[in-house]
């Protein structure tokens, strides 16, 4: 299984709204990714987990909030978005989270619309 | 992060015509990826390179990594229409953690 999953595939919220979005990965990797993608431009990385912890976080603004309960699943809370915000959001995974030394497997992402 | 500058930002073609990204930094890289991303997907990792002046081929697909470790190349030979997409090149950040991408090659072919 090379597949990394993510949920919602399309999320619509008011700038009001609590939302969450969802990734997963079932190839015993140990280092995942969220990255943020503005049309025709490239992934921007937000936050890394290593063995389960917080190794990376880009200066991303509170209203993103990383969560990653244990090593085949990784969170990412929204809250308060602005219009900006709005993007496709992917997750990827790599094996020992030696990061740019190694594969990124990526998710199809979660297009996010915020109102 | 250690930028890579990525060009062209667009390339049409005719279906059975060459095509080629070339990617440049001004630091010596560990090492480069190239993703493929296809309209409306997500990036799909296609190489790794490491040594310098490596070359490695995936069919119709050369890859290159120059010999001061600054600068990488993709060359297609006769575009497919399925080659459709943006093509990126991706190094390493400082930290070593991040992947820094470049801006994309998108590739549009014509039958």
């Known amino acids: 299984d090379t597949e990394v999953t993510q949920t919602p595939k399309h999320l619509v919220m008011g700038m009001t709204n609590k939302k969450s979005l969802k990734c997963e990965q079932h190839?015993?990797?140990?280092?995942m990714y969220w990255y943020k993608q503005k049309a025709k431009k490239p992934p921007e990385l937000m936050f890394v987990?290593?063995?389960?912890?917080?190794?990376i976080n880009e200066s991303v603004p509170s209203r993103f909030s990383p969560e990653c309960p244990n090593s085949s699943l990784l969170n990412l809370h929204l809250h308060a978005l602005q219009p900006e915000d709005s993007a496709l959001y992917l997750c990827?995974?790599?094996?020992?989270?030696?990061?740019?030394?190694?594969?990124?497997?990526f998710g199809p992402g979660t297009r996010l619309l915020v109102l | 992060g250690q930028q890579v500058m990525q060009i062209p930002q667009y390339q049409h073609v005719q279906e059975g015509e060459d095509f080629t990204t070339y990617c440049n930094s001004s630091t010596t890289l560990s090492n480069i990826q190239w993703y493929k991303q296809r309209p409306g997907g997500h990036p799909v990792f296609l190489i790794q390179?490491?040594?310098?002046?490596e070359v490695k081929k995936q069919k119709r697909l050369t890859f290159q990594f120059g010999e001061a470790k600054k600068n990488s190349s993709l060359h297609i030979t006769a575009t497919q229409t399925t080659d459709v997409g943006t093509y990126f090149c991706a190094g390493p950040s400082y930290s070593g953690y991040a992947l820094n991408f470049g801006k994309g090659t998108s590739l549009l072919v014509t039958p």
């Open positions: 390179l490491v040594k310098s002046g």
């Open positions: 190839m015993g990797h140990r280092a």
């Open positions: 987990y290593s063995y389960e912890k917080l190794s």
């Open positions: 990827a995974s790599s094996q020992e989270g030696r990061g740019a030394l190694e594969t990124q497997y």
